[in-house]
């Protein structure tokens, strides 16, 4: 168990519909990290957050949005949703998201179903 | 272009024997963290083992060792003594460290994994 807390476990909704995941990092880190797994793109970065702000973006949709709260969990905020979308999400926290050892640990993932 | 590299989609290994997995990188960046990581069957994502551009030894972790060779940009997952529950797929994921830009602060670049299969 990594500590990296993710709910819900799944999810399955329609096309054109807004789901919002859930992730609470491992205590006393303070960088969270969102990432997508899916068979055609592999393994994506699409955002990072530290302390609150943003820190780093990567291949993240306009359609899709996230946030740190001032407790640190964070939500990532998928709308309008398309079939494409189906893949495991995964939240990652790290204690200081930087630096070459800073490790990120990985919580289950959310495993999002588009029909 | 691709940051990382995995070329062995799959791979069988017996029980007991030692399996290396294969992975190299590609960075003008002098400063970067090399990382490992274990997808089960269940899906979570497990951290496995790290190796910095700077560090000296390659890095061991139990039964989890780490080729380096740094100038061939190659960083091989090495895992003796192989057990049933090793059976996963193995990802090997690079940071670049000395490019703070908004781009790249923190994240992690994955390659494509290896599927490892543990026979008895």
């Known amino acids: 168990d990594s500590g990296v807390t993710q709910t819900p476990k799944h999810l399955i909704t329609a096309t054109g519909q807004r789901v919002t995941l859930r992730c609470s990092p491992r205590?006393?880190?303070?960088?969270v990290y969102w990432y997508q797994q899916s068979l055609d793109q592999g393994l994506q970065f699409l955002i990072q957050y530290y302390n609150g702000e943003e820190r780093a973006k990567g291949n993240i949709l306009e359609r899709f949005s996230a946030q740190q709260f001032p407790d640190l969990h964070s939500e990532l905020n998928l709308s309008s949703l398309e079939l494409g979308d189906s893949a495991l999400y995964f939240c990652?926290?790290?204690?200081?998201?930087?630096?070459?050892?800073?490790?990120?640990?990985f919580g289950p993932g959310t495993r999002l179903t588009v029909l | 272009a691709q940051k990382i590299t995995q070329t062995q989609p799959g791979m069988f290994v017996q029980e007991k024997e030692a399996v290396t997995l294969d992975c190299t990188y590609d960075t003008s960046d002098p400063s970067y963290g090399l990382f490992w990581y274990k997808q089960p069957s269940s899906g979570e994502m497990i951290f496995l083992i790290y190796q910095g551009s700077y560090d000296q030894q390659n890095a061991t972790e139990g039964r989890y060792s780490l080729n380096f060779q740094k100038a061939r940009k190659s960083a091989n997952l090495v895992i003796s003594a192989s057990q049933l529950g090793d059976s996963a797929m193995y990802f090997c994921?690079?940071?670049?460290?000395?490019?703070?830009?908004?781009?790249?602060?923190?994240?992690?670049?994955f390659g494509a994994g290896t599927q490892v299969v543990v026979t008895p």
């Open positions: 205590s006393g880190d303070l960088s």
């Open positions: 990652a926290s790290s204690l200081r998201g930087a630096g070459l050892t800073d490790t990120q640990y």
């Open positions: 994921a690079m940071r670049e460290g000395s490019a703070m830009t908004t781009d790249s602060w923190g994240k992690l670049q």
